[in-house]
């Protein structure tokens, strides 16, 4: 994947006098031939390498951090050990195949990719929370998704392509619903829609000249196009001064 050159460019620094308590990835046994492809691709994924060294190079996790594919039946993090189903990247790959509209024409591959760095990095943000007692002003679940996608636009090359992809994953996701029930209203995440429009205003916020197609895909207007801009140098401020003051980033790392 391009957009992770400049990273591993970062990846070189030496740690080598810390602690090495890391995060870890472990593929479960799966529980058919389904589960069993999908964990082969895994085992060769660019994308989780890419984010494994991203976590283990910038973030002090000193108890350390799992993650395990498995046969599960949700997304879950508890206590710094985080869960994705096999299934959930399936469901990924077929869903995108189905669909007609997405923001960035990409091959199933480099999507699935994609969202899988969002969501890992999601999931992450409940690990960093929970282990350094951050404040949480609003929903968790908000402040997880602005984490995922400040890393990806401060730290990565073309980051805010892959946050668009979890636009994408969004706006499927919405299409999806046949119709909102409570548990949609008081459920700790915030709706398809809202996450899908919270992502594509991070992207265009985050560098306007260069996403003004996803402006105006959006169809935000002026006003809110000004607010995305806002927005984002907000979240993106809150969140890397918070981490340093944590402090959860390594000693040794420049953050700019
Ligand atoms: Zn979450």
Redesign the pocket.
């Known amino acids: 994947m391009a957009l992770l050159y400049g990273l591993l460019l970062l990846a070189t620094l030496s740690f080598s006098h810390l602690v090495a308590a890391e995060m870890t990835v472990t593929l479960e046994e799966p529980a058919n031939d389904v589960e069993a492809k999908i964990a082969k691709r895994l085992a060769t994924s660019p994308t989780l390498k890419a984010v494994t060294e991203f976590i283990n190079t910038y973030f002090d996790t000193p108890k350390g951090v799992t993650l395990s594919f498995g046969s599960y039946t949700r ?1 879950w ?1 508890k206590n710094r050990h985080i869960e994705i189903p096999y299934l959930f990247i399936e469901d990924t790959r077929k869903h995108y195949k189905n669909t007609r509209f997405t923001h960035k024409n990409l091959d199933v591959d480099t999507y699935t990719g994609n969202v899988l760095l969002h969501v890992i990095l ?2 992450f ?2 690990a960093l929370i929970a282990h350094y007692n951050l404040p949480v002003l609003g929903k ?2 908000d402040a ?2 602005t984490f995922a996608d400040v890393m990806l636009i401060h730290f990565f090359e073309n980051g805010s392509d892959v946050v668009i992809s979890a636009a994408d994953l969004f706006f499927i996701n919405d299409k999806r619903m046949r119709r909102f029930v409570k548990e949609d209203f008081w459920s ?2 915030s709706l398809d829609k809202q996450r899908y429009y919270g992502r594509l205003c991070n992207a265009y916020g985050s560098n306007p000249s260069a996403y003004n197609n996803i402006k105006r895909q959006a169809d935000f207007d002026e006003d809110k196009a000004e607010r995305c801009i806002y927005q984002y140098r907000q979240t993106e401020h809150t969140w890397l001064n918070m981490l340093i003051v944590a402090p959860a980033f390594k000693a040794g790392v420049a953050i700019h």
Request: no cysteine; hydrophobic share 25%; glycine share 0%.
């Open positions: 997304i993090h999601h999931e943000a409940h968790e679940e997880a998704d700790e995440h």
